[in-house]
């Protein structure tokens, strides 16, 4: 399973999949940090996000990469130790997401928002898909 | 679609199922043609559902697929039965732009080009986690987005005239408290940042005059230097239009269940949620004047630095994302409304109390944005916008290919030679940006002008040809 960067006419859109939600969270991160052109990274940061369902889970995941994007300085590497935790009407993600420090002379493309166009988190013959327009 | 065509340059989808009221698109026919090719059509079917929607749900010149709502909508809808719908404002509440004029002509600055843009990329901070011009603490944030251009005025990072030829004077009335605190970590570090995408700064001169009259009174001269900032409310506005989208389909699950797209979720006006919205949204839109203005004391800045003392004046600065209370007549009857403009210019002719008093008889300066490498042109608001568009006209070429296709068909260095060859230079963070942006990415922005103009929307008074393109 894995990723890719589909064709949009204004923004950046991603595929991302996976045998279980956990990996296709794992390279939803890996798409979003090539959309954003960061190099792999050490700084470590632990998040914990809980929605309502699936669509709802990508949205808060991706609006929380944004967020640490902007306000800590960094740029999304990858993610490490993802937990998802189901119950009924709730999803809680715990994960340490994986960033290396901006500097000077770096060129990276700025996600500014996640969006609920086209999105699409389903489990679809045998396999998580999760899809999702970004606003850059 | 079926269209109808009404008259020249306008076409209407006729009301049927769930729509309030028609839908009208204005383009010519070549526009026309673009606009069928993505989801725009349908999207204006969608924006004329809104509750309280009055007259048509609109889509401008260079209109073109957004997400739920289409860029260059224009929806506006009454205070009784309306609704307030974040997507109908975009993620970027007022982005906008805005045109400073120099004392410099085309002659002095000639040869000295690319040391321009170099400075220009050096002191205005571009892109992610870059910064911001202005040193700003959380009690200086909260005080930006309550006052917006006052804030920057007491501080000394504003002349009294910059806020006499802003719109609305660079404040609207809010209560700051409204917009969330992650929005506020957000935007504490960009305040006079330029940020990425199709946001820009460029230095241009007049190169022709349709209104002689009007360009003296706006204060243009044929090859005068004048510089366009395109930029908006940064991280803090994203993050305020995001929050609140999450909080209005917890909060009516019932109205998300009823819409074709998520990301057309409203809330009816006389809520709570929906006034809260519109404190954090109007708050965002000063933050969002500030950044501008933090952005021209760079370039004054940069612009004393090259050429010595330089008198740098506003024109005007206009936002073209945001939803505003305005009084307009519907069926011969005065009618206060609430008009959502995503993608879309306001644009008042003469007579109107929103144009500043300097213009008051010239109307108000409407700033469209080329492509970069592609013209620029200055309008002002025409009579017919009134009865055609409540007020508006188009916000600029409107894009055409997507990014990943742009990145195949052109190589930045082959972009940046020819556009050298025209005298033109471009400084970008990446080449991938020069890509993304080159001129044959977008529609033809001579089209969308001459739609406007055509229409009596938004009316030529000059053209502005590039010098020197920054772009985060």
């Known amino acids: 399973m894995g990723y890719e960067i589909l064709e949009h006419t204004a923004d950046e859109k991603f595929r991302a999949t996976g045998q279980s939600l956990e990996e296709a969270f794992k390279e939803a991160t890996k798409a979003f940090s090539e959309i954003t052109k960061a190099d792999k990274g050490k700084v470590k940061h632990n998040i914990k996000i809980q929605s309502e369902n699936t669509e709802a889970l990508l949205f808060d995941y991706l609006d929380k990469l944004i967020f640490l994007q902007d306000t800590e300085g960094v740029a999304v590497s990858h993610t490490e130790n993802l937990n998802i935790e189901e119950k009924q009407h709730s999803y809680k993600i715990k994960a340490d997401i994986i960033t290396e420090p901006i500097t000077p002379g770096m060129k990276l493309t700025d996600i500014k928002a996640p969006t609920y166009n086209e999105m699409k988190a389903t489990y679809e013959d045998g396999k998580w898909i999760l899809e999702a327009v970004l606003d850059i | ?472």
């Open chain 2, 1 to 472: 679609m079926e269209l109808e065509k009404v008259s020249e340059n306008i076409y209407e989808i006729p009301q049927t199922g769930e729509m309030n009221k028609p839908g009208r698109i204005y383009a010519n026919e070549k526009l026309l043609e673009e606009i069928r090719k993505d989801d725009t059509l349908r999207q204006v079917k969608n924006m004329a559902t809104l509750p309280g929607l009055e007259k048509h749900s609109i889509v401008m010149p260079d209109g073109h697929q957004g997400y739920g709502f289409p860029i260059g909508g224009v929806a506006a809808v009454n205070k009784e039965k309306g609704v307030i719908s974040p997507g109908g404002i975009g993620y970027d509440i007022n982005c906008g732009v805005r045109v400073l004029k120099t004392d410099l002509t085309y002659e002095e600055i000639r040869g000295k080009e690319q040391q321009l843009a170099n400075i220009l990329y050096n002191k205005v901070p571009c892109g992610l986690g870059k910064g911001g011009y202005i040193d700003v603490d959380e009690d200086d944030l909260d005080e930006i987005l309550e006052k917006g251009m006052e804030w920057m005025l007491e501080n000394n990072h504003a002349t009294e005239e910059d806020l006499k030829h802003c719109e609305e004077n660079g404040r609207l009335q809010c209560d700051p408290n409204k917009v969330p605190n992650e929005a506020k970590k957000r935007g504490i570090k960009q305040v006079g940042s330029l940020g990425s995408g199709n946001h820009f700064l460029e230095v241009q001169r007049v190169e022709n005059m349709f209104n002689e009259e009007k360009a003296k009174a706006y204060g243009l001269e044929e090859e005068q230097i004048l510089v366009m900032i395109h930029s908006g409310s940064r991280g803090l506005g994203h993050q305020t239009c995001t929050e609140y989208l999450r909080k209005f389909e917890k909060n009516y699950p019932e109205i998300v269940e009823s819409l074709p797209e998520k990301e057309l979720i409203y809330a009816p006006l006389g809520d709570e949620l929906a006034q809260d919205y519109k404190h954090a949204m109007f708050a965002a839109a000063n933050f969002a004047w500030a950044n501008r203005q933090g952005i021209t004391q760079a370039v004054r800045e940069s612009l004393d630095t090259l050429f010595g003392d330089t008198e740098t004046e506003l024109v005007y600065d206009v936002c073209h994302n945001i939803a505003k209370e305005e009084k307009h007549e519907v069926d011969g009857e005065e009618k206060e409304l609430l008009v959502h403009r995503k993608g879309a210019t306001r644009a008042m002719p003469s007579g109107r109390p929103e144009v500043p008093e300097a213009y008051k008889d010239a109307g108000q300066p409407v700033l469209i944005p080329g492509s970069m490498g592609t013209s620029s042109y200055i309008l002002s608001g025409g009579q017919n916008s009134l009865e055609l568009s409540f007020g508006s006209t188009a916000h600029g070429a409107g894009r055409l290919k997507s990014r990943t296709q742009s990145k195949k068909d052109y190589r930045a260095s082959d972009v940046q030679r020819e556009l050298k060859r025209d005298q033109i230079f471009v400084k970008a963070a990446s080449g991938e940006t020069i890509e993304e942006e080159a001129p044959g990415s977008y529609k033809d922005i001579d089209e969308v002008i001459k739609v406007s103009d055509e229409l009596g929307i938004g009316e030529k008074v000059v053209q502005m040809k590039p010098i020197v393109n920054v772009k985060g």
